[in-house]
């Protein structure tokens, strides 16, 4: 197996990954995020992509979902961890909190979420009724645990549209809806992924309570999200040595 580990906000580079080389990949779906890297972590082999380019100057409605992920499994990746910050809905989802989760609400709209062009083939359904492979999810929660780290088991990942953030009605809606927690890049990628056969999953971690949720009853601050993901990204590193070594042995 080859992993893939896709950096979300205040990961645009992986601390600790020894770059071996880095490849610009093209795609039939344009330009991905940025050159993939191809490192290792702690002496395992991995491959990097800053979802929101190196230099952090793409927002979420932009990513050009389909190059990454066709890029990705171009040059070999079998399994993704997608790593999320998010808004935490949930009670438990408190900023520094990590989830895995298991399910997905997509609030999304005008993003180019699939690979099949009907052009002339049968149209086909896939399912999705799980839409985070399992496998990978466990490998993430494993990881987690041999980390320190404590995480929630599942929870729906609901995807919002960005870039702004919500209001506090949205929440509202998005918590009866049975939203746990709250990001903006969940979707398509999860489902372009299961689409070409990738085994994906997401380490979420809250940086902020969603709007309207304990201390972001009034607003939400960037400066306060910006802290968060500082204090976040180390621990993630240590969390991805750990997966990278489970999932990148023998
Ligand atoms: N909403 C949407 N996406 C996010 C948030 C949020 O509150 N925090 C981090 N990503």
Not at 110 to 117: L, P
Not at 129 to 133: D, F, I, L, V
């Given at each position: 197996m080859m992993l893939a580990i896709i950096g979300g906000s205040g990961l645009t580079k992986l601390p600790g990954l020894t770059i071996t080389h880095r490849q610009v990949v093209r795609t039939p779906y344009g330009e991905p995020s940025g050159a993939l890297t191809f490192g290792e972590l702690a002496g395992h082999p991995v491959l990097f992509l800053a979802r929101h380019g190196y230099g952090h100057t793409i927002p979420p409605h932009l990513v050009n979902y389909r190059a990454n992920i066709w890029a990705l499994a171009s040059q070999g990746a079998t399994h993704i961890a997608s790593i999320a910050s998010v808004g935490g809905?949930?009670?438990?989802?408190?900023?520094g909190q990590f989830a895995v989760p298991d399910q997905i609400i997509d609030y999304t709209h005008?993003?180019?979420?699939?690979?099949?062009?009907y052009d002339g083939k049968p149209v086909t359904h896939l399912d999705f009724?799980?839409?985070?492979?399992e496998d990978m999810r466990q490998r993430c929660m494993q990881a987690l645990a041999e980390a320190g780290e404590e995480y929630l088991d599942g929870g729906a990942y609901g995807c919002s549209q960005g870039p702004r953030l919500e209001t506090k009605a949205e929440i509202d809606r998005m918590a009866r809806d049975g939203a746990d927690m709250v990001g903006m890049t969940g979707m398509p990628e999860a489902y372009l992924a299961r689409e070409i056969g990738l085994c994906y999953a997401a380490i979420a971690v809250s940086v902020n309570w969603a709007a309207g949720r304990g201390e972001s009853q009034e607003a939400i601050t960037a400066e306060a999200i910006e802290a968060n993901l500082k204090q976040a990204a180390e621990r993630i590193r240590t969390v991805l040595v750990h997966l990278a070594r489970m999932c990148c042995e023998g």
């Open positions: 809905i949930h009670p438990e989802m408190w900023p005008g993003r180019e979420h699939t690979f099949a062009d009724t799980w839409p985070y492979c």
